[in-house]
């Protein structure tokens, strides 16, 4: 149902049922009412006899047959003592947390699960935000057991009217109090705490309890006390033995009682304890907040018709207390205008106040409706969309359900049914074919691992003989043997006294021990000058840790005079020496992985005659250019895979790779046999062959010895075996790719 924009806002208190429906005007300082209800119900609630159920159904009874609330928000109001309120102060805080917080604070602050209350908060007009950071906020909290909350909206519901708004009575006073009373309060922004405006005190005296507000428009402070109108007709009840109804009788009409100081007098307690509670109330305050300055003390409620009551409080508070009996922002002769609403203008705060938070007017907007009510209620306003739209969505589904149907309607399933047939036949060969096919690879892969195993067993027996002629193809000859030297220094001859080798799972614990030492498919730089005659290097660290170590004497066992030069030792590592320099090719891109075999080759030349031979053609360099060169570059003819011809065979095809000569030793003097036999050198002194200036410790040789210089290596290198058969399928492998890719054409210089 469309909204009117008119707002009821309904009082349902102890003594009558206020209502007040406004609406608002072209100014945001104006409201206009236009509808108003007083009713007075027959018993006070709270007399022992009344059911106030009953009296409260009645009278909103009477109020539905004199009003039309359909179309108009409705507000409705709860006694402060009902609910609870409090003012929290925030630390420094992001903006954005703020929710957070309060809900920290909320279960803090509420002595109740959060889940068995209807709780809602708003900041106040104070504070500001600086780079998103809040500072002095002060937060109002506010809550009302939910099971309450149903009880009094129960009424209501059983007789049809929807609440939009449900507020604490003391936040309805300071609603009325900001938009009628507090008109010149200055900009938020120009707020000091320092020096607030004036306070302002409103006091509505109910029926069973008065509610305090004190407020300088930017802050709020509020408290109920328990005492009220019926308080002051008990204590005539009671002083004076009289009815309920003859000592309320008497009270309303205390100056045309035939004793009118004896009533003054039985309801003197009372008035002192109103006014202890109200100085007790306000000087708390003053004690809460010594910067505040109360300037104005206003005064609601109909027992405050009381003669003497205000005269009382105003002399023994010190301030001058206003009734209010007129409304500066309310217009509207309908209402305004009429008696009945002059008469009791004292109790239309309340509703003044709800009115203005239906309006969007007012202070603070909480809201205590419980939010499963507004989600119905919403459901429900759009429900007639929700079915409108099903409606529409079904209507286009039958629309296009028959179209369809039409259409379909028109095909001759049998002019189908042949093909489908064909297609399915054609389906049903090839699922039969392609699992022929599953089967007979899986035949075929069963006999080629048997084939394979076969071949391996025949070609495997050749491994070791082609890696033994691999060697022998790349060590150095003369060439022409038949004129070999009888000068050993000028042999081109290495003499290999030891080989080794050993199985591994990962080439990569080997060759972290030895990568300082490799130095790739270039070469290496020429030794300084002055090198051979250095003394030995010291020991290196082993290449590798983490194998096994073989027993003395065994495939790990070290060499003569050094430390060991197998795969397995695990002592400490020294200091490691620094690489050659100008070394090339370090295995910081990578090195060899997998697994294989590690080839050790110990041995020795003399080929280190400095005079005659170049610093290059000496000692390290000499092996590297001779041996090391060929396990990398050298090649080797083998019988072919059908062993009906002879092939050449490259050191990668053989899977040879990564020598490495390690930890490298100087060239030192070594005396050896004469090869002309004789006592020549008897008496002689050392004078070295070769002209290396080198004699061996002593100084003389002795009879048939002669000193050379001897080069000792230790040479390691990685073996991953190919048969005959995976080497060819390697080489056609590669033509086919090399068909495959298009030749670029040369480049014009």
Known sequence: MARSGAVWGIDVGQCALKALRCRATATDDKIEGDAFDYIEYPKILSQPDANPGELIRDALKQFLSRNAVKGDAVAISVSGQAGLARFIKLPPVEAKKIPDIVRYEAKQQIPFDL?????????????????????????????????????????????????????????????????????????????????????????????????????????????????????????????????????????RNATAAADPKAVFQAMRPVFNDLLTELQRSINFFNNLDRTAKIGRFLALGNAMKLPGLRKYLSQSLGFEIERVESYNGLVGAPVVASPIFQENALCFGVCYGLVLQGLGLSGIH????????????????????????????????????????????????????????????????SNDLNGKKTAADASYNEIKAIGDRLVGNVEGRLRWLELLKAIDAVLPTEDDPAKRPDDVTQRKELYITNMECQQVDDFTTWFTGVEKYYQGPKGAAQPAAGDAAATAASPAPAPAAGLTPAPAGGLNAAPAGGAA?????????????????????????????????????????????????????????????????????????????????????????????????????????????????????????????????????????????????????????????????????????????????????????
């Open 115 to 251: 889940n068995d209350v209807i709780w809602d908060y708003q900041r106040l007009g104070v504070g500001t935000v600086e780079e998103g950071f809040a500072l002095e906020t002060e937060i109002g909290l506010f809550a009302m057991k939910r099971d309450e909350v149903f009880r009094r909206l129960e009424p209501f519901r059983d007789l049809g009217i929807e609440i939009d708004y449900v507020q604490l009575t003391p936040l309805t006073l300071y609603n009325f109090l900001l938009f009628d009373r507090l008109r010149d309060l200055p900009p938020p922004d120009e707020y000091d705490p320092d020096d607030p405006p004036e306070s302002v005190v409103i006091l509505s005296l109910g029926t069973e309890s008065t509610d305090l507000v004190i407020t300088n428009g930017f802050r709020v402070w509020q408290r109920s006390i328990p005492l009220g109108g019926n308080h002051f007709t008990k204590a005539l009840t009671k002083e004076m033995k009289l009815t309920f109804a003859k000592a309320e009788h008497l009270k």
């Open 565 to 749: 030069a197998g795969f397995g030792a695990t002592s400490p590592a020294p200091a490691a020496a620094p690489a050659p320099s100008g070394a090339e090719g370090s295995s910081s891109g990578g090195g060899p992985t997998g697994k294989g075999w590690i080839v050790k080759l110990e041995g020795y030349h003399f080929h280190n005659d400095a005079k005659k031979y170049s610093m290059g053609e000496i000692g390290e360099e000499y092996l590297r250019k001779t041996l090391i060169d060929g396990l990398l570059n050298g090649k080797v003819t083998l019988p072919t895979a059908n062993r009906k011809g002879v092939e050449t065979v490259s050191m990668k095809e053989l899977g040879i790779s990564y020598p490495v000569l390690w930890n490298p030793q100087k060239v030192m003097p070594e005396l050896i046999d004469n090869p002309k036999g004789g006592a020549a050198n008897a008496a002689a002194p050392a004078v070295p062959v070769g002209g290396l200036g080198m004699a061996p410790a002593g100084g003389a040789v002795p009879e048939g010895k002669i000193s050379v210089p001897k080069f000792k290596f230790t040479v390691m290198f990685c073996w991953q075996p190919k048969l005959p058969h995976e080497r060819l399928a390697a080489r056609q492998e590669a033509e086919k790719e090399k068909a495959s890719t298009p030749e670029t054409a040369p480049a014009t210089p």
């Open 366 to 429: 909480t809201n205590l409706l419980p939010h499963e009510i507004v989600k119905n209620r919403l459901v429900k306003r759009k429900k007639p969309w929700a079915v409108a739209a099903a409606a529409a969505l079904l209507l286009g589904c039958g629309i296009s359900y028959g179209t369809y149907s039409l259409g379909m309607n028109t095909v001759d399933e049998s002019r189908w049914q042949t093909p489908q047939k064909e297609a399915n036949d054609v389906i049903g060969r």
